[in-house]
């Protein structure tokens, strides 16, 4: 693999998958507006319901809208990811998916240049997104938006990691609401974005466990952490050893002798 | 050289047989036709010569080049239009054109001007600007033929390509892609169940339920099975009415 052709192929995905996220309007404003319909109504319902302690990274009592946002910022990733697993499996019913497949480039690098295109796209939105949440008093330092990028990536890529293993093993888009259903809403929320992990072992134990051991609430930890300048080594740690488990799985599930597509028939 | 040699070539899908030790060549500059009803195994074949099937038996040479071992290298000089159509609808022709170009590694300024010359050539210039899910369907399919025609392959492969287009659109798309394999020399393999695709000077393969019944130039096939045209010829050779 030349390296020219690398960053030229890396160049191309980068460019359709922007051009293609600006045409889709209604999907760039719903993106949006889902986080804020969550910090603006969900959060102002639960601020007066859920008293939370001082927890790390917070160094004081912290409202609930301060709490939740880093959590938001990780659920924007996720549902990005997701709806980019879904172009996936419409690219390859559409039949689009053939041209990047069949391009000169191992698999596992058209593969990872297309995670990488979808989370520098999904980037801004989240970004957007955390600086409008300083109209609700959110307001963590201003070093910390610096310090999140890192950490936005690595979640996304994570993410976006699981979101293509999930492609590479739905035949039809039909099969997404199942996805949605029983994978995407209960990693959501049996995670710590939307309440820390001492109130949900309140609610049950099995629950705590399920999200301490669940890998987005490392995403969330991660980003919570590094907003507020501080490190979650552990949180990150998880995160990356995820990236790479569910990136080398969804690469075997796009390989032509193991993968989805070579078990299955072909039209004609 | 042969720009394409398939040697014994087998696939199931679990316990269906789809291809049976399929063989056959296309030599370089020659056009060559793979005749087949639907459900012969084309569409199968064309997704284990571009290595979206792993081919487990028998061998996939490409100018040489085995897929199996060296598929990259292999993949950079075949250019492949799908059955199905593979635009992007979101994308003008030009930006359709242009992402292909990068998959292959062109630099910018060289996509942009062969993009312009392709188009050109398959009489969609006009078009350059406009996203493909306004072409219609003869328009996207010249589309498609300009975008696989942009890295300067030497093997063209094309699905079906006339599926769905009107007698012009059929005739003019297959006058496109004849001139090609004359003027810049380009080995063409071209699936299809419509006979009258065939000309006499072309060669052809036949086949049926996953095998290869008949290969050779498309004026010897019926001389040598006693039949007075190629639709005769196939009808004998796949049982078809």
């Known amino acids: 693999m030349k390296v020219d052709h690398a960053l030229r192929a890396l160049d191309g995905i980068l460019r359709r998958e922007m051009l293609r996220s600006l045409r889709q309007r209604a999907r760039l404003f719903s993106a949006m507006v889902r986080p804020l319909v969550w910090l603006a109504i969900f959060a102002a319902g ?138 995407i809403f209960p990693m959501f929320f049996a995670s710590t974005a939307l309440y820390p992990i001492w109130r949900l072992a309140e609610a049950g134990p099995v629950l705590a ?33 995820c990236l ?25 | 050289m042969n720009a394409l040699a398939i040697e014994n070539l087998s696939h199931s899908f679990g316990t269906r047989q789809v291809l049976q030790n399929v063989s056959f060549t296309v030599a370089e500059g020659r056009m060559c036709i793979l005749l087949g009803r639907n459900g012969a195994g084309k569409t199968t074949l064309f997704s284990l010569i571009t290595g979206l099937y792993y081919a487990r038996t028998g061998l996939v040479r490409v100018f040489d080049m085995a897929m199996q071992a060296n598929p990259s290298a292999a993949l950079a000089q075949m250019g492949v239009v799908f059955q199905l159509p593979t635009l ?53 399919r010249r589309v498609e033929i300009a975008r696989a025609l942009m890295h ?35 080995a063409v393999l071209w699936a299809t169940h419509f006979l009258e695709e065939v000309a006499a000077d072309d060669d052809v393969v036949v086949l049926d339920r996953g095998r290869v019944c008949w290969a050779g130039p498309a004026d010897r096939i019926a001389p040598e099975l006693g039949v007075g045209s190629v639709a005769e010829a196939f009808a004998l050779l796949t049982g078809s009415p």
């Not at chain 1, 590094?226 to 949180?235: G, I, T």
């Open chain 1, 46 to 183: 639960f601020r007066s319901v859920l008293g939370l302690s001082i927890t790390p990274p917070y160094q004081t009592y912290v409202l609930y809208e301060v709490y939740v946002v880093p959590g938001l910022a990780a659920m924007m990733l996720l549902f990005h990811a997701m709806a980019s697993s879904l172009a996936m499996v419409y690219d390859r019913e559409m039949g689009s998916m053939r041209l990047l497949l069949t391009a000169p480039l191992p698999r596992w690098y058209l593969l990872a240049a297309r995670l990488l295109a979808s989370v520098i796209v999904g980037l801004p939105l989240v970004y957007l997104f955390l600086f409008v949440a300083r109209f609700w008093d959110v307001r963590p330092p201003i070093m910390g938006y610096v310090a999140v990028l890192p950490a936005l990536v690595l979640s996304g890529l994570m993410l976006g990691a699981f979101g293509l293993l999930v492609s590479s093993m739905s035949t039809q888009m039909e099969n997404f609401a199942g996805v949605m259903n029983f994978v």
């Open chain 1, 209 to 241: 466990t399920i999200a301490a051991w669940n890998p987005f609430s490392s995403a969330v930890e991660l980003i919570r952490f590094a907003l507020y300048l501080r490190f979650d080594m552990v949180s990150m740690l998880v995160v990356v050893a």
């Open chain 1, 244 to 268: 790479a488990a569910f990136f080398l799985a969804a690469v075997a599930g796009y390989d032509p002798g193991r993968g989805l597509w070579s078990r299955r028939g072909g039209e004609g």
């Open chain 2, 88 to 140: 992007d609808l979101d994308l003008t022709a030009g930006e359709n054109l242009r992402y292909h170009a990068a998959l292959h590694g062109l630099p910018t300024k060289l996509s942009k001007a062969r993009s312009r010359e392709e188009l050109s050539r398959l009489e969609v210039l006009d078009r350059i600007d406009d996203r493909t899910c306004a072409l219609s369907g003869g328009q996207r």
């Open chain 2, 152 to 186: 300067g392959p030497r093997l063209l492969l094309l699905d079906e390509p006339t599926t769905g287009l009107d007698v012009p659109g059929r005739r003019a798309l297959e006058q496109h892609v004849r001139d090609l394999c004359r003027e810049r020399g380009i």
